[in-house]
């Protein structure tokens, strides 16, 4: 529902709104101008970080810009690699087996090729490292997005798609009228653990080595990672004083604005009595400079070219396309293979099975975490989810808590806990647990509302609505968090059992310090080789048990 400021009287052509929204479009320009000028000064491999606390001002708006372009960067790839893998059954069987591969793959599994390749076509310009810094946040943020729009697409009741087919809709007003606004209310709180998911590794992106050469850019990450390596503990403090500002800042001019526009999405027949708000949503509505854009844009059609063009079509199951499609991949993974040997031939016997024995260890770290994360988070996501005046009062505070860098308090944590071979299980927990959480929370949150008033009219318990209804709806976006949390404790391996503190190297025995070790001394064979054997060893526990367990909840607790 719209919510509008109502004035009496004459509606005067320029508001308050205006004057907020002209004042927000010149921040922004000036903001870009400043971009414009970090991005195109002269390559320093290792920028002079200012441990002043001023400095701080400009180190967070370059550190939210990164992230905001990486946003920007894993929503369309969410749109499209989603959709096409939800609607093409032979994509499916490429994509989504990538996909569990993509998520595996750690940060710095990602930067020596980000880096090699951004510095070779920027050699003299600090554009590269800014792209490939960039980058690396948008692996940080996208893989829990997409698992959530492909997942929707998947549960999306069927009676909606043939009423949109009876009504003549082109397929892509089906996307954006039907299957977009279903998918949305998962999308958003998933965007904002994604987003968190990408401030998590703030410190590797903006500050890490690779072959013995030091790479720093201008941001929080890097000024954090700059006062532990000179033990200023004032400093690790502001950068901290300075993320809070920043999460709490985007959580109230972005996300809660969101939150309440997505809220019109929900999938229901009657309306709540209580909806979200967001007085920053108020003014854009109420803009009349906004407006006029809106009525400028919403006029113009798409050409009938590109509507007949967008989307895949869905194939028939055919014998010849079967041939070609295993043929191909067939070819392509055989070629991959040679080459994959060739590379890493050098690596003996004994790096391999240590290589091994340390996955075999991460792995336990992994999925205990995991198993601690939805011990307390399904009973608490559905009670926040379900109860829109908790969630207005909890949201800032779990953004906060899901959107700090874990990383920043590391060293202190492991200067009470030093033995990483089982604190590091904690420490996964600080990162995994957010993912499980968030997706509970959309999962309660789109229960509709006539399903709440069934219960009340059934005079259910509150065990038994729990039983037959909360945990029932919210299980499939249960196993989505549970598969993206499972990714996000693999990735955070990197930092969990490898650290620098006090001038010291502390280390657990697992392939994520394996990977430290090989990026750092730069072989890249044991890296590729270590990155390979845990992407295989996530691959087949997604496809032997996470996927059938998704398949099978989705079929009998999905809304159809």
């Keep these: 529902m719209n919510r509008t400021v109502e004035v009496k009287g004459k509606s005067s052509p320029f508001s308050i709104y205006d004057l907020a929204v002209l004042s927000f479009m010149l921040l922004l320009a000036y903001g870009v101008g400043l971009l414009a000028k970090n991005w195109t000064g002269p390559l320093v491999y290792k920028t002079n970080i200012s441990l002043a606390p001023t400095a701080l001002i400009g180190y967070t708006f370059l550190s939210m810009s990164r992230g905001f372009m990486a946003y920007g960067l894993s929503l369309l790839f969410t749109f499209v690699y989603g959709y096409v893998a939800a609607h093409n059954r032979y994509a499916e069987r490429i994509l989504i087996p990538l996909l569990d591969v993509f998520q595996s793959i750690p940060v710095l599994g990602f930067l020596p090729g980000l880096i090699l390749g951004m510095m070779a076509l920027f050699p003299h310009s600090v554009m590269g490292l800014e792209l490939a810094s960039i980058l690396m946040i948008f692996t940080g943020q996208v893989w829990n997005m997409t698992f959530s729009f492909y997942q929707s697409l998947k549960s999306i009741p069927q009676e909606l798609i043939e009423a949109s087919k009876i009504y003549g809709l082109p397929r892509w007003k089906i996307f954006w009228s039907v299957e977009v606004p279903f998918a949305m209310p998962g999308l958003v709180w998933n965007s904002m653990m994604s987003m968190a998911g990408g401030w998590f590794f703030l410190s590797v992106c903006e500050a890490f080595t690779l072959g013995g050469q030091d790479y720093r850019i201008a941001g929080i990450g890097s000024y954090m990672a700059t006062a532990?390596?000179?033990?200023?503990?004032?400093?690790?403090?502001?950068?901290i004083l300075a993320m809070v500002l920043m999460i709490l800042a985007i959580d109230v001019f972005f996300w809660r604005p969101i939150v309440a526009w997505a809220d019109k999405f929900k999938f229901e027949e009657s309306t709540s009595e209580e909806e979200p708000t967001s007085f920053v949503l108020d003014v854009l509505r109420n803009s009349h400079v906004l407006r006029f854009f809106r009525i400028l844009f919403s006029s113009k059609k798409l050409p009938k070219r590109y509507v007949r063009s967008l989307p895949f079509k869905n194939e028939q199951q055919s014998t010849i396309g079967n041939i070609l499609f295993y043929t191909s991949i067939g070819t392509i993974s055989a070629v991959i293979l040679w080459r994959f040997f060739l590379f890493v031939g050098n690596v003996n016997l004994g790096e391999i099975k240590t290589l091994l024995f340390g996955d075999v260890l991460t792995a336990l770290r992994v999925y205990a975490s995991v198993a601690i994360s939805v011990a307390w988070t399904l009973p608490v996501g559905i009670l926040i989810g379900k109860n829109l005046s908790l969630s207005k009062k909890v949201q800032p505070v779990v953004q906060i808590l899901a959107s700090f860098p874990a990383p920043m308090i590391y060293p202190w944590f492991v200067a009470i806990f030093p033995n990483l071979n089982y604190s590091s299980v904690l420490l996964m927990l600080l990162g995994t647990q957010w993912y499980v959480l968030f997706n509970v929370?959309?999962?309660?949150?789109?229960?509709?509302?006539?399903?709440?008033?069934?219960?009340?009219?059934?005079?259910?318990?509150?065990?038994?609505?729990?039983?037959?209804?909360?945990?029932?709806?919210?299980?499939?976006?249960?196993?989505?968090?549970?598969?993206?949390?499972?990714?996000?404790?693999?990735?955070?391996?990197?930092?969990?059992?490898?650290?620098?503190?006090?001038?010291?190297?502390?280390?657990?025995?697992?392939i994520g310090a394996l990977i430290n070790n090989a990026t750092i001394s730069g072989n890249m064979s044991l890296l590729v080789l270590s990155i390979v054997i845990m992407s295989l060893s996530v691959v087949a526990i997604n496809r032997l048990v996470w996927r059938p367990l998704q398949g099978r909840i989705m079929e009998k607790f999905s809304l159809n």
């Design 441 to 510: 929370i959309a999962g309660a949150s789109s229960i509709p509302n006539q399903l709440k008033e069934a219960a009340m009219i059934l005079k259910l318990s509150r065990f038994k609505t729990w039983v037959t209804l909360y945990i029932p709806v919210a299980f499939p976006y249960l196993i989505t968090g549970m598969i993206t949390a499972a990714g996000g404790a693999w990735n955070a391996s990197i930092v969990t059992e490898y650290m620098n503190f006090n001038h010291k190297t502390i280390e657990a025995n697992g």
């Design 228 to 239: 532990v390596e000179n033990g200023y503990v004032p400093g690790e403090l502001y950068a």
